[in-house]
């Protein structure tokens, strides 16, 4: 089992900046890859970001390439989230997810990910 805390979620204004920490614990040697998704009310959960532990391959969803950057810190088995130039539209719940296997289904699938965290909330104001 694999836990995962979210936390640096919070209220901007837009153009600003926050960065989210994803911090996991458990049986953290398995992890294949992790990944950022985002809900926002109303609409179903989309994948923001994902970096794969062996190596430094990073993936991203179209709408936030060049203004997020997914990063990770594997003594502190650590993922984090930079997101610059936010925009209203970003405001969400923002979730970490963690896979121990090859995501035969693609790094954007939920049902690639295998454990979830209980998300932090991301407020951007216009």
């Known amino acids: 089992q694999v836990q995962l805390v979210e936390s640096g979620g919070g209220l901007v204004q837009a153009g600003g900046s926050l960065r989210l920490s994803c911090a996991a614990s458990g049986r953290t040697s398995s992890n294949y890859a992790m990944g950022w998704f985002r809900q926002a009310p109303g609409k179903e959960r989309e994948f923001v970001a994902a970096?794969?532990?062996?190596?430094?391959?990073?993936y991203y969803a179209d709408f936030v390439k060049g203004r997020f950057t997914i990063s990770r810190d594997n003594a502190k088995n650590t993922v984090y989230l930079r997101m610059n130039s936010l925009k209203p539209e970003d405001t969400a719940v923002y979730y970490c997810?963690?896979?121990?296997?090859?995501?035969?289904?693609?790094?954007?699938?939920?049902?690639?990910?295998?454990?979830w965290g209980q998300g932090t909330q991301v407020t951007v104001s216009s």
């Open positions: 970096t794969r532990w062996i190596d430094d391959r990073t």
């Open positions: 997810a963690a896979t121990q296997r090859w995501p035969i289904m693609g790094y954007a699938a939920r049902a690639a990910y295998d454990y």
